[in-house]
């Protein structure tokens, strides 16, 4: 499974409402539901799907599922 | 359980009433919020399950406060809650007066869950982390602070009512997250997480305990072949090298004590069994054995002669072989029969074997159960042999039937739970379900109580409804298959009609309640309604001596 359809996975499983449409689009901003322990939750799931682990101040900044892609893209290499 | 699988489980849409649990603990409950209610949901499908949580740092406020209906509560302990100086977020100087403080913090705890444990199932886990390097002693030392905190905890779970889990059940070296306690205040890992509410939730949700065991004799309840070796020459002693069969005879009887029907197949002849389990050195006590089928007849058809004298289905029975043929034999022709190989020297199968059978408490019930069977079979001989009338008439028998709902007692609502064939309508309570029922003031409970010659059967049937005018609306009505054949389900309907002009059944058909059929096809065609005056009309003569009594 690619990068992308994992982290949706990601997201579904703490978004369960969300489309895949909805989860690419989502951020902080935009997402009512997404709040601090929605990022802690979010940040452990991936941390477990992709084996990776995030440093305090990293989990600060991923306030989108862009930056969520991103991140585990330069993680893992893809 | 995985993180992202726990959380789909959690999330998905759920429906059904609502299963109240509270989850307490003083750090923040994040993920093993999610593992509580993923397990809860697997546990009881058909409800809709809601996880309310406290106030960070305050164990003690959030278990005085929840003050809601709850079906149950979790209580998660970490070193934290004793005092903050042991905890690895906030560490302190430790000193002596850490314990005093401690056993402030833990006498409001204990006596919070005092008072929640009266009125719901209440776990309690004890800290499963290690307390912060606050002690100057090494690792494997145990410090006298260390150990006068640990008195304190193992005090707390002594003289609770609540369920507390065994610590050692977690010590695995992988349950802590440092990384996220302090980030997040959540101290755990989720392997960990999951393994906590799994097994909180085991005690909230616990499996029925199995009901009887069936046992092979040679090779299993002791070392040796009867048959070549005779009497003498079998064992289950040190000198023989057959004390593990000794342990298994004594786990039989701690079985037995606890109201394990015990029951034997085995391919011998049936003399030399009967010689054999009259050695004076036998451990299992031979009173606890019944039936003993002793025979060399296929294993299937003991086994189904077993169950006909216990009246249980094999969903309900573990059968233990050491033959793996004799086992596949039973297996097929009781698919729903847990079969097991007994595994000489091995702690780990009679402890698993245990388990299987584990109940909280043990009711005087319990202790007369195999003498009632043995009795049953007696008076089931006996009405072969005469009429069921002059059978009854002299058997000397009393009814008593305890009216009184406070406090309730706990043997209704585990009849209730755990009766199917007469059971009115098959409907479980949980705990906080029946003490909802039983708070409204219209509601009734009597608990109905059985001797004759043949014995004592305890406390084998319980009642509850409402009063609507004239007429009783009868909502739980079951009674132990140990009781059938002796009219006391008549008289149960008479003392009723006795206060009530009509009773209305709330009666459901369920895949095993035909003997509650079977009596209302006769007493209340419908199965909707028995009054008075047609019940005095149809009612056989009824010969025990009864005695009400009000709480």
Redesign the interface.
């Known amino acids: 499974m690619h990068n992308e359809q994992r982290l949706i ?2 997201f ?3 978004f ?1 409402d969300l489309t895949e449409t909805d989860v690419a689009r989502a951020s902080v901003s935009r997402l009512a539901a997404w709040d601090s ?1 929605a990022t ?2 979010l940040a ?2 991936v941390e ?2 992709f084996g990776i ?1 995030f440093e ?1 101040d990293e ?1 600060e900044k991923m306030n989108s599922f862009q930056s969520f892609l991103k991140y585990v893209a330069t993680r893992s290499g893809a | 359980m ?3 699988e726990s ?2 489980i959690a ?3 759920q429906e059904g009433p609502l299963f109240r649990v509270l989850l307490a603990c003083g750090f923040t409950p ?2 093993l919020q ?1 593992a509580v209610k993923a397990h809860l949901r697997l546990g009881l499908p058909t409800r809709s399950i809601e996880v309310r949580t406290g106030v960070y740092g305050d164990l003690g406020g959030t278990l005085e406060n929840a003050t809601e209906p709850l079906d149950a509560a979790l209580v998660v302990l970490e070193w934290g809650d004793l005092d903050p100086r042991l905890s690895w977020r906030s560490p302190g100087k430790v000193s002596g007066e850490v314990i005093s403080d401690a056993r402030v913090r833990l006498n409001r705890i204990e006596k919070a869950v005092a008072i929640l444990a009266e009125r719901t199932i209440v776990a309690v886990s004890l800290p499963t982390l290690p307390m912060a390097p606050v002690l100057h002693t090494r690792s494997g030392e145990l410090q006298s602070v260390e150990a006068a905190l640990l008195e304190m905890l193992y005090g707390l779970a002594a003289s609770t009512r609540a369920v507390v889990l065994h610590p050692k059940t977690f010590r695995q070296g992988s349950e802590h997250d440092l ?2 306690e302090m ?2 205040g ?1 101290p755990y890992s ?1 392997s960990h997480a999951d393994a906590l509410a799994a097994g909180l939730v085991r005690f909230v949700l616990p499996p029925a305990p199995k009901k009887g065991l069936i046992t092979d004799l040679d090779q299993t309840l002791w070392g040796g072949i009867l048959g070549d070796d005779g009497q003498e020459g079998i064992s289950w002693d040190l000198d023989h090298k057959t004390g593990f069969h000794g342990v298994y005879q004594q786990l039989l009887n701690v079985l037995a004590d606890a109201g394990i029907l015990l029951g034997v197949a085995s391919k011998n002849d049936a003399g030399l069994v009967y010689n054999a389990l009259a050695r004076p050195d036998l451990v299992v006590e031979p009173r606890h054995l019944f039936p003993i089928e002793a025979h060399w007849r296929p294993k299937p058809e003991s086994v189904e002669r077993i169950l006909e004298a216990w009246n249980v289905g094999p969903d309900s029975v573990v059968f233990v072989d050491d033959n793996p043929l004799e086992l596949a034999q039973v297996k097929a022709a009781f698919p729903a029969m847990e079969c097991l190989e007994f595994h000489k020297d091995d702690p780990g199968f009679l402890l698993e074997l245990r388990d299987r059978f584990g109940k909280r408490e043990i009711r005087e019930e319990d202790k007369l159960r195999v003498a009632s069977l043995r009795n049953g079979q007696v008076v089931r001989q006996a009405v072969d042999n005469a009429t069921l009338d002059s059978l009854l008439a002299g058997a000397e028998a009393t009814v008593i039937f305890r009216w009184g709902k406070q406090p309730p007692d706990p043997r209704a609502l585990e009849l209730i739970n755990k009766t199917n064939q007469f059971n009115l309508n098959g409907v479980r309570y949980t705990q906080a379900e029946w003490n909802a029922y039983l708070s409204d003031r219209a509601t009734h409970l009597v608990v109905v109580e059985y001797e004759d010659r043949f014995g004592k059967l305890g406390k084998i049937a319980a009642l509850a409804g409402r009063e609507r005018g004239e007429g009783f609306e009868l909502d739980v009505w079951v009674m132990s298959c140990r009781a059938f054949s002796r009219r006391i389900e008549h008289q149960c309907v008479k003392l009723l009609l006795g206060r009530w002009e009509s009773l209305q059944l709330m009666y459901e058909r369920t895949e095993r309640n035909a003997p509650m059929m079977d009596f209302l096809a006769d007493a209340a065609p419908g199965c909707r309604e028995i009054r008075r005056a047609s019940f005095n009309r149809w009612c056989p003569q009824l010969f025990h001596k009864t005695e009400s009594i009000n709480a």
Request: glycine share 0%.
């Open positions: 996975r990601c579904q499983a703490v369960p322990v802690v939750t452990a799931s477990e799907e682990q305090a989990i | 995985k993180l992202i959380l789909q999330n998905a849409r994040l993920h999610t990384r996220s980030m997040n959540f989720f």
